[in-house]
């Protein structure tokens, strides 16, 4: 693989005797090796971040959530224990918008899918692949959150979060890096969970992944972040260099449009080459709404500065609104689905209503970004053109950058919405010495600027080569004995039944 360390390949299991039940299996298409694992255990922790600006995307404004941390042991057959990590914001009124939930009562529906998907995760018994793990448990996780008014969106976190860190932990265990790794399907995943796709389209997918070496971070306009002056679109110090801007719209196509105007002057005045993406944050009520919005993209000269730069518009209508509005002649424009991507099928639905692309969010699941990426990669070779695209949500300095900046490297994102570099002040609330351990191991992504350790931006590019260390993504891991358990969710069943 291309990189800027050597690669490091997936080393033989050995020749001495196992049980058939721990054997690696083997992929007799491309020779690629999956190994098999079983879990010992599962721990969750809490650390709160606040934030350095409000930051207010569709109806909520978020100034601080807390940041969970994933630590799980694995045992690998032949090779001993290993531990593995990851890290998201439990982001309140995203994954679960329902105006009769506080905020608060949405990270709790998180704290619950977490837990759920634990006990899930736990009851697996013997040694099994990592795709095997998640797969056998995903059904089950949506079903038993269902049951308890948990939405599938935030019912699929507690397994993302939990199959990343088994990723990690299985990267260690073979001592390879992510993206050897899964080139070479380390986790064994195939097509069970999509039934277009047949399991060679994900293996040669995977096999000829090249990892990006740079990818430009897209810059986030909140609704309440200044458009002109100090801290707006054009200021240096705020936008770091950013060729791409991601613009949040209210749901108001007259207000959007007017604001639309003022920051389209000042990309003009950057004086460089620029693109941007919209994001209603399912804020556009209906088709109509959102026809209001394309005709004044079309039609008002003064709007011409995001038209002529506008590459695709994000979930702009209510998730359930989409699944029922077909786009019609809306679809010669290029829109993608964010929150209402809660299924292995959503794609294909939003295929049928006229969607071109989906996002990859590790929050959402890395296998999942790696069956969307494979159908966009197989439908665009027919001739029409779909995407993948990169959008951030939960990902802070550490850990949760790291992985999911590895994912989208990966399956070839070019940039991806980064949203840590400036609304929360570098580390946040993490230890400074765990901050230290992040930016040594990592001198090509973090940097001390006199105000602690924060994202290292080159050029509005974010750089790939250190997470070709072994493991996903990662050198480092928190400092565990620092990080408090996670709290105690309360239920939702009852609040809303």
């Known amino acids: 693989m291309a990189g800027l360390v050597p690669a490091i390949h997936v080393p033989p299991l050995g020749t001495k005797h196992v049980d058939a039940r721990d054997k690696p299996g083997h992929d007799d298409l491309l020779g690629t090796v999956s190994v098999r694992l079983k879990l010992r255990d599962i721990a969750f922790f809490e650390r709160p971040v606040h934030f350095a600006r409000p930051f207010r995307f569709g109806a909520v404004t978020i100034n601080a959530t807390p940041q969970l941390f994933v630590r799980v042991e694995i045992e690998v057959a032949g090779r001993g224990t290993a531990v593995g990590a990851s890290a998201e914001l439990l982001v309140p009124k995203w994954f679960d918008k329902r105006p009769e939930l506080s905020p608060a009562q949405t990270v709790d529906g998180l704290r619950r899918s977490l837990e759920i ?3 899930l995760y736990l009851a697996q018994t013997g040694f099994q692949t990592a795709f095997d793990l998640h797969a056998s448990c995903i059904g089950a996780q949506v079903a038993a959150c269902a049951k308890e008014n948990i939405p599938a969106l935030a019912a699929a976190y507690g397994p993302a979060e939990i199959d990343k860190a088994v990723l990690d932990a299985l990267l260690r265990a073979v001592e390879t890096n992510v993206f050897d790794g899964m080139a070479g399907n380390i986790s064994g995943i195939d097509a069970r969970l999509s039934r277009d796709l047949k399991d060679a389209d994900l293996a040669v997918f995977l096999a000829g992944r090249k990892p990006r070496l740079r990818v430009a971070i897209r810059h986030t306009i909140g609704l309440d972040d200044p458009v002109a002056g100090e801290g707006g679109v054009a200021d240096a110090r705020e936008n770091a260099g950013a060729r791409y801007f991601k613009l949040k719209l209210s749901g108001d196509p007259s207000a959007d449009a007017v604001r639309l105007a003022r920051i389209g002057n000042e990309l003009d005045a950057l004086g460089r080459d620029t693109k941007v993406t919209l994001d209603a944050n399912e804020q556009y009520a209906d088709l109509a709404a959102l026809q209001a919005l394309m005709d004044r993209l079309d039609r008002d000269a003064a709007l011409r500065p995001i038209t002529t730069r506008l590459l695709y518009v994000e979930q702009p209508m209510p998730r359930d609104v989409s699944r029922q509005s077909p786009l019609g002649p809306l679809a010669a424009r290029s829109f993608i689905i964010d929150e209402a ?7 294909l639905a939003a295929r049928a209503l006229g969607y071109r692309g989906i996002s990859s969010k590790s929050c959402k699941g890395l296998y999942k970004s790696l069956v969307n990426a494979t159908r966009a990669a197989k ?5 029409e053109t779909f995407f993948i695209t990169g959008e951030d949500l939960t990902c802070q300095a550490g850990l949760a950058v790291q992985q999911d900046l590895a994912l989208g490297a990966f399956i070839g994102v070019a940039h991806a919405e980064r949203n840590g570099h400036h609304y929360v002040d570098g580390f946040g609330e993490t230890p400074a010495a765990e901050a230290a351990a992040f930016a040594a191991a990592h001198p090509d992504l973090y940097a001390g600027a006199g105000q602690g350790v924060r994202l290292s931006i080159h ?16 050198s480092v891991h928190p400092d565990w004995s620092a990080l408090p358990r996670l709290e105690q969710p309360t239920s939702l069943q009852e609040y809303l039944a």
Do not use: E, M, P, V
Request: hydrophobic residues 40%; negative net charge; charged residues 20%.
């Open 117 to 119: 998907a634990r006990d």
């Open 341 to 347: 991507d809660d299924s292995y099928d959503a794609f």
């Open 379 to 383: 439908w665009s070779a027919s001739g």
């Open 459 to 474: 050029n509005g590019d974010l750089l790939t080569g250190s997470l070709h260390a072994a493991g996903f993504a990662t």
